[in-house]
T-cell receptor, first 120, second 109 residues
């Protein structure tokens, strides 16, 4: 598609339930990123994918968070047993490629509109 | 580790005032530096970027110069408009992208 899309745009869930957030990156972009933006906070990096692999999972806040990407395209972020502190806007971004160990600059990231998650 | 520190907001200016939003970074390797903007009700979008020392990124009247000696990438605009009201994020990228906390700018007519 023309841009990064995310679904749902809004999700309200009860504490303890599992949720799945979806991201469709720009076609041809090999790198995909998940961030969290909490009210009044900056952007918190969660995880990135290069193709289908996720070399850096250090940003995931707990083992309740997991993400996968299949076919080098769509990604799903899953939050199990949601807690109220998980309430935030979850942003997805994609770029043509990701920096390698050579330190090559990462291409511009293009962001989706986000999914606003509210845990009651 | 890699990190970005940017000026705390909120910042309130009158139309046509000069804007500076400070950003400094800590990084290993050779980072690229970015400014992203989030207008009210919209998603994040790239404003400008610089990929090596002494590069100047510019867009929509905004400028930022990559200063390796001071590890800074301050955002400037000579004359702000009401339509510039938004949250501005400084970011760096080496292996992954790290964002600052954001600075909310409000421009009053």
């Amino acid at each position: 598609g023309a841009g990064v899309s995310q679904s749902p745009s809004n999700k309200v869930t009860e504490k303890g339930k599992d949720v799945e957030l979806r991201c469709d990156p720009i076609s041809g972009h090999t790198a995909l990123y998940w961030y969290r933006q909490s009210l009044g906070q900056g952007l918190e990096f969660l995880i990135y994918f290069q193709g289908n692999s996720a070399p850096d999972k250090s940003g995931l806040p707990s083992d309740r968070f997991s993400a996968e990407r299949t076919g080098g395209s769509v990604s799903t972020l899953t939050i199990q047993r949601t807690q109220q502190e998980d309430s935030a806007v979850y942003l997805c971004a994609s770029s043509r490629r990701h920096a390698g160990t050579s330190g090559a600059p990462t291409d511009t990231q293009y962001f989706g509109p986000g999914t606003r998650l509210t845990v009651l | 580790g890699n990190s970005v520190t940017q000026m705390e907001g909120p910042v309130t200016l009158s139309e046509e005032a000069f804007l500076t939003i400070n950003c400094t970074y800590t990084a290993t390797g050779y980072p690229s530096l970015f400014w992203y903007v989030q207008y009210p009700g919209e998603g994040l979008q790239l404003l400008l970027k610089a990929t090596k020392a002494d590069d100047k990124g510019s867009n929509k009247g905004f400028e930022a110069t990559y200063r390796k000696e001071t590890t800074s990438f301050h955002l400037e605009k000579g004359s702000v408009q009401v339509s510039d009201s938004a949250v501005y994020f400084c970011a760096l990228s080496v292996v992954d992208m790290r964002f600052g906390a954001g600075t909310r700018l409000t421009v009053k007519p």
